[in-house]
Nanobody, 118 residues
């Protein structure tokens, strides 16, 4: 079992940057592919990007070139660097396993709110 605590969200102007952190506790997570997700008001949760155990990353088209995912297995942490933020990036951001079934098994943290507005 793994638990997550996301942090680093806040209010930022369009074009600004934020760095989100996700601290994992519990069972070993470093062998698993991890992901960042987000959920905007009235919308379903969507995948933002993934990072496998070797550090290979993949991103949704909507954030490609602006967001960067990294991980530090020694610190049991996953990060999301967000640059050139847009109002449509406003959402609650979560980290969890990339695999859907595993994400459901582990459960979701409280997320961190990101609001992009002038």
């Amino acid at each position: 079992q793994v638990q997550f605590v996301e942090s680093g969200g806040g209010l930022v102007q369009p074009g600004g940057s934020l760095r989100l952190s996700c601290a994992a506790s519990g069972s070993t997570f470093d062998i698993y592919a991890m992901a960042w997700y987000r959920q905007a008001p009235g919308k379903q949760r969507e995948l933002v990007g993934t990072i496998n155990s070797s550090g290979y990353t993949n991103y949704a088209d909507s954030v490609k070139g602006r967001f960067t995912i990294s991980r530090d297995n020694a610190k049991r942490a996953v990060y999301l660097q967000m640059n050139s933020l847009k109002p449509e990036d406003t959402a609650v951001y979560y980290c969890n396993a990339q695999a859907t079934r595993l994400a459901q098994q582990w459960g979701w943290g409280q997320g961190t709110q990101v609001t992009v507005s002038s």
